[in-house]
């Protein structure tokens, strides 16, 4: 988190383009190594039973930056030139400063396991400790494997590519809505930022209500891909429509979906191992998902480029995330993984 913050801080000194690229890289190799570590933390505090509300509980995160993120964004756009900074530049300093002293507060307050936790008693700490060493070690049969063998797990290499085509489309959204919401709309860059802060909350109801029922009913692949359908909907649906409420409606769809899979997804891992393996499995997962970071983006704004309008993009996109929800239904065949002891 400090690392991230740091360097996206730096991020208001670009003037090159290879600059660019290279504190770019640096930025998603911060961001690499927080997520993995964020999931495998929770393995280690909530049953199975109660993960995919703990990582969509986690994971709403993502929106509620959006509600906070999305005004604060235009409105620090507007300070263009106070200080002899521009807009831009105010955006990448203010906004990186949170993740700077929250990393610092992680370090100092956070326990790295029950054990150790002083909040909870002799007894609950036994109970936690007793319930999810016993998951780890009889769920479903499964047997321990060595790091290498969950780095090569063709399911591990599933669950990264399920992701990646999702993340394809997602991180296009990210990068390229607020222009897309402000052609369609005309609006300025505050109301841009509002207009996105608002289906930034409706997406944290998505998030809350896919991961309890998928805890409810200890169903992980279907509410994956049922969730990454309506985000691969929304896609079409804004690249077909011209009507502006319509068309923003629709997009709106894109991270509604998208992070309502969040919760059932990342218990998946955790689900089939345990122990350093899963970190290792986790962070693949992140990795070949990462992908998505490069090619989304670049995807739209190439064939944007080309046809002089997101329409044509927006259909490969939401095509992305129906390859990705089949891949995710597939699952549904997937045993728990095995192999050889580690």
Avoid at 33 to 44: A, E, K, M, R
């Amino acid at each position: 988190m400090i690392s991230w913050g740091a360097i996206s801080a730096t991020m208001m000194f670009v003037r090159t383009t290879p600059t660019f690229y290279v504190l770019r890289f640096l930025l998603g190799a911060a961001e690499a190594g927080f997520f993995p570590g964020v999931v495998y933390y929770l393995s280690h505090w909530y049953p199975e039973g109660q993960r995919a509300r703990a990582v969509a509980a986690f994971m709403t995160a993502v929106p509620v930056s959006g509600v906070i993120g999305g005004p604060l964004s235009g409105a620090l756009l507007s300070l263009n030139g106070l200080f002899g900074l521009a807009g831009w530049q105010w955006l990448f300093l203010v906004e990186a400063l949170p993740a700077i002293l929250l990393g610092v507060i992680v370090l100092v307050y956070l326990p790295d396991r029950p054990e150790t936790a002083d909040w909870l008693s002799s007894a609950e700490k036994d109970w936690l400790v007793n319930r999810l060493a016993a998951e780890r070690t009889g769920y479903n049969g499964a047997i321990p494997i060595s790091i290498f063998a969950a780095l090569t797990n063709p399911t591990i290499w599933q669950l990264g590519i399920i992701f990646l085509f999702a993340a394809i489309g997602f991180y296009g959204y990210s990068f390229w809505a607020p222009l897309i919401v402000k052609s369609l709309t005309g609006s300025s860059d505050v109301n841009v930022g509002i207009i996105l802060g608002a289906i930034s909350a409706i997406t944290i109801i998505s998030m809350i209500l896919n991961g309890a029922h998928s805890d409810h009913s200890d169903e992980r692949p279907l509410h994956v891909a049922v969730a990454l359908l309506i985000s691969g909907a929304g896609f079409f649906g804004c690249a077909v429509l011209r009507q502006p409420i319509l068309a923003v409606f629709f997009l709106a769809l894109v991270p509604i979906g998208h992070c309502a899979a969040y919760g059932p997804f990342w218990s998946m891992p955790s689900r089939f191992l345990t122990g350093a393996p899963a970190a290792a499995g986790i962070a693949l997962v992140v990795t070949i998902a990462n992908v998505g970071g490069f090619a989304g983006p670049t995807i739209i704004g190439a064939m944007k480029d080309r046809f002089g309008t997101h329409g044509p993009a927006f259909m490969l996109l939401g095509g992305c995330a129906v390859v990705a929800a089949l891949l995710a239904i597939a699952l549904r065949r997937v045993a728990v993984l095995r192999g050889p002891a580690g």
